[in-house]
């Protein structure tokens, strides 16, 4: 049988057709998934979502956040969802408890039990109004909650466990100050966490309407900076023993 003009002595080979961008992406897709393991690839579908999730509840709310368009965006299918965590309503609390969980890993990082206990203070006020600055998800999804009166974080079983041990950490720089001569007695240590957070997060969370009824740009840099100094000044005044 004669051979095809290909397989002829001779022939020139016909040089494979390049991919295009999207094929290359997707063979790059399925080679990484092929070499990750069931367990590795469940943790990044499920950390995708997540991610997705939060964003989604962050610039719509619960209400106006959809399912289908956090499935789109992952690249999820809905089982996945309900598989990962239940279901909307679900989704919404690990979203919340996520968020605040960062953010006292974050705090509890601080080393703060080998400096003097009003650096150390000052230290958690600059990392925490740092990070409601840096973090705009935050601010939206407790502004949310707010309003639907804490419906879904009252149902979470984390929070109250990830926050006690930063009331604990406040409550040793009081009590090491006041030992030390630095700090006025009888502070409650979540009385001035929250006053910490107010400072960090009022002016941010009404920034919009604030700023068009004094007619005057909260969100600048200038005046943020301005008022970090202002809150810093208030909180030194607030602990600080009166030598008088």
């Known amino acids: ?8 002595p001779g022939a020139a080979k016909r040089p494979n057709k390049p991919d295009s961008p999207r094929e290359a ?3 790059k897709r399925r080679r990484g998934e092929k070499g990750r393991t069931p367990v590795v690839a469940a943790e990044n579908t499920r950390e995708r979502i997540l991610r997705v999730a939060i964003a989604e509840f962050s610039e719509k709310g619960y209400s106006g956040a959809r ?6 965006l ?8 309900y598989h990962y965590f239940g279901g909307k309503d679900h989704l919404y609390i690990a979203v919340l408890e996520q968020v605040l969980g960062e953010l006292r890993t974050e705090e509890l990082k601080l080393d703060v039990a080998h400096v003097a206990p009003i650096d150390g203070m000052m230290q958690l006020f600059d990392f925490t109004y740092d990070h409601f600055g840096g973090h705009p998800e935050l601010i939206h999804l407790l502004s949310g909650e707010n309003l639907l009166k804490a419906r879904f974080l009252r149902q979470s079983i984390k929070t109250p ?4 041990p930063l009331i604990k950490l406040i409550d040793g720089l009081l009590r090491r100050g006041e030992k030390e001569g630095d700090f006025r007695r009888g502070i409650d240590p979540l009385q001035l966490y929250v006053t910490m957070v107010g400072f960090s997060y009022f002016h941010r969370s009404n920034a919009y309407t604030l700023s068009v009824i004094f007619q005057s740009d909260l969100l600048a840099p200038a005046w943020q900076a301005a008022q970090k100094r202002s809150a810093k000044e208030m909180l030194l005044r607030f602990l600080r023993r009166d030598r008088a």
């Open 1 to 8: 049988m004669a051979a095809s003009p290909s397989e002829q």
């Open 25 to 27: 992406n997707a063979a």
């Open 67 to 72: 399912v289908d368009v956090i499935c789109k």
């Open 74 to 81: 992952s690249r999820a299918n809905p089982r996945m969802i």
């Open 161 to 164: 466990i990830i926050a006690s």
